[in-house]
C-alpha cells in the first residue's frame, strides 16, 4: 500500500496539461512509490477512461462547501477553489498529500521529496510568491504626497471577501502565498483551520482565488506551523521567466546559483499574440540562457 499521494484537478480544457503533469511524474522511477489521485472536475467520459489506466484513483471533485449557483453559472472547475482543502475526504487512505496543479509539471524528482518532509508533524509545505529578481510584490495607487490606496492581491481579495478591516491589513503586505503546490499530513489540524476560513472567503466574496485567500488567512492570522520551501518548488513563470541550461538541457533559476526548476507553474498563463501556452503547446517564447543565448522555447512538458 501507497502511504503518500501526489493529486490534481482538471475539467476537459486542461485534459493535455494533466496528461503532461502525470508523464513528468512518471518518467522518475521513484514515482512508483507514490500514488497518483485525480480529481475530475468536468473531464469527459473517454478522457477519465484514458485517465484510469494511468492512475491509482479517480473521484468527482464535489462542492464541499455550499456555494450560490449563481456563482458557480457552470463552471465546474471551479471545485478545484474548494475541493483542495478537503483531500482526506476524497483520498482517505494516504499519510501525505502532494497538490500539484494541472498547469504545472515537475521537473526534479528531489522537490516531491522536499514537500513530503515539510509537512512532517502536521506542518504545511507550501512556497510564497517572493524571491530574487522579484521586482514589485504589491501595488499602490499614489493619490497625493504619503497617501496610497493599497491594490496587493491579498488584501483585494480579503476587502472583496468581506474578512473584516483588521485581518485584511494583516494580510496586506505579507507575501502572497500560492496554492497551486503544497503538502499536508492527512493528520494535521492546517485542514481544519483551512476548511474554517475557506467557508468565509466564500460567503461574500468570488469563488476564484478564495481558497488560496483561506490558505494565506491560515497562515498569516491562525499562524499554522508553516515550512516555507524555496521559490524554484514552485516556479511561477508569469511572475519571473527562468533561465534554459544548455549543457544539462534543463531549466534552472535566472540568477546566480542557477538553481534547478523543481516544479514548472505556468499559473497566469504564459501569453504570445493572444494565446495561452496552457492551450497551445505550439506557443513559445524568447528564454535567455545561462550561456548567454536566447532561444524560442515552450515551457510545458515535453516541448
Given at each position: 500500500?501507497?502511504?503518500?499521494?501526489?493529486?490534481?484537478?482538471?475539467?476537459s480544457?486542461?485534459?493535455?496539461?494533466?496528461n503532461?503533469l502525470?508523464d513528468?511524474?512518471?518518467?522518475?522511477?521513484?514515482?512508483?512509490?507514490?500514488?497518483?489521485?485525480?480529481?475530475?472536475?468536468?473531464l469527459?467520459?473517454?478522457?477519465?477512461?484514458?485517465?484510469s489506466?494511468?492512475?491509482?484513483?479517480?473521484?468527482?471533485?464535489?462542492?464541499?462547501?455550499?456555494?450560490?449557483?449563481?456563482?458557480?453559472r457552470?463552471?465546474?472547475w471551479?471545485?478545484s477553489q474548494?475541493?483542495?482543502?478537503?483531500l482526506?475526504?476524497?483520498?482517505?487512505?494516504?499519510?501525505?498529500?502532494?497538490?500539484?496543479?494541472?498547469?504545472?509539471?515537475?521537473?526534479?524528482?528531489?522537490?516531491?521529496?522536499?514537500?513530503?518532509?515539510?509537512?512532517?508533524?502536521?506542518k504545511l509545505?507550501?512556497?510564497?510568491?517572493?524571491?530574487?529578481?522579484?521586482?514589485?510584490?504589491?501595488k499602490?495607487?499614489?493619490?497625493?504626497g504619503?497617501?496610497?490606496?493599497?491594490?496587493?492581491?491579498?488584501f483585494?481579495?480579503?476587502?472583496?471577501?468581506?474578512?473584516g478591516?483588521?485581518?485584511?491589513?494583516?494580510l496586506?503586505?505579507?507575501?502572497?502565498?500560492?496554492?497551486g503546490?503544497?503538502?499536508?499530513?492527512?493528520?494535521?489540524?492546517?485542514?481544519?483551520?483551512?476548511?474554517?476560513n475557506?467557508?468565509?472567503?466564500?460567503?461574500?466574496?468570488?469563488?476564484?482565488?478564495?481558497e488560496?485567500?483561506?490558505i494565506?488567512?491560515?497562515?498569516?492570522?491562525?499562524?499554522?506551523?508553516?515550512?516555507?520551501l524555496?521559490?524554484?518548488?514552485?516556479?511561477?513563470?508569469?511572475?519571473?521567466l527562468?533561465?534554459?541550461?544548455?549543457?544539462?538541457?534543463?531549466?534552472?533559476?535566472?540568477?546566480?546559483?542557477?538553481?534547478?526548476?523543481?516544479?514548472?507553474?505556468?499559473?497566469?498563463?504564459?501569453?504570445?499574440?493572444?494565446?495561452?501556452?496552457?492551450?497551445d503547446?505550439?506557443?513559445?517564447?524568447?528564454?535567455?540562457?545561462i550561456?548567454?543565448?536566447?532561444?524560442?522555447?515552450?515551457?510545458?512538458?515535453?516541448?
Open positions: 500500500m501507497k502511504k503518500n499521494v501526489i493529486v490534481s484537478l482538471a475539467d480544457t486542461y485534459f493535455d496539461l494533466l503532461e502525470i513528468s511524474i512518471k518518467k522518475f522511477e521513484k514515482s512508483s512509490s507514490i500514488a497518483i489521485c485525480i480529481l475530475d472536475a468536468g469527459k467520459k473517454d478522457q477519465i477512461e484514458k485517465l489506466s494511468r492512475v491509482d484513483e479517480i473521484k468527482s471533485a464535489e462542492w464541499d462547501i455550499e456555494v450560490p449557483s449563481i456563482k458557480i457552470g463552471k465546474e471551479l471545485k474548494v475541493s483542495r482543502a478537503f482526506p475526504n476524497y483520498f482517505p487512505n494516504y499519510e501525505k498529500y502532494l497538490w500539484i496543479d494541472c498547469d504545472a509539471w515537475l521537473n526534479d524528482w528531489n522537490t516531491v521529496e522536499l514537500y513530503l518532509k515539510a509537512c512532517d508533524h502536521g509545505g507550501i512556497t510564497q510568491t517572493i524571491g530574487p529578481g522579484y521586482k514589485i510584490t504589491s499602490v495607487n499614489w493619490l497625493f504619503k497617501l496610497a490606496i493599497i491594490k496587493s492581491q491579498n483585494k481579495h480579503a476587502l472583496s471577501s468581506k474578512i478591516i483588521e485581518k485584511a491589513r494583516k496586506a503586505f505579507s507575501p502572497h502565498i500560492n496554492i503546490v503544497f503538502s499536508l499530513e492527512k493528520k494535521s489540524s492546517c485542514w481544519s483551520v483551512w476548511q474554517k475557506l467557508k468565509t472567503t466564500l460567503k461574500s466574496g468570488k469563488i476564484f482565488g478564495s488560496g485567500l483561506a494565506n488567512m491560515s497562515v498569516y492570522i491562525d499562524e499554522v506551523e508553516t515550512e516555507f524555496p521559490l524554484n518548488c514552485n516556479w511561477i513563470a508569469s511572475n519571473l527562468p533561465k534554459f541550461d544548455e549543457i544539462n538541457q534543463t531549466f534552472v533559476e535566472p540568477y546566480l546559483p542557477n538553481n534547478k526548476i523543481g516544479i514548472m507553474h505556468l499559473a497566469a498563463g504564459i501569453w504570445m499574440k493572444n494565446i495561452d501556452m496552457r492551450l503547446k505550439k506557443v513559445k517564447i524568447d528564454i535567455k540562457t550561456e548567454g543565448n536566447i532561444i524560442s522555447k515552450s515551457l510545458r512538458f515535453g516541448q
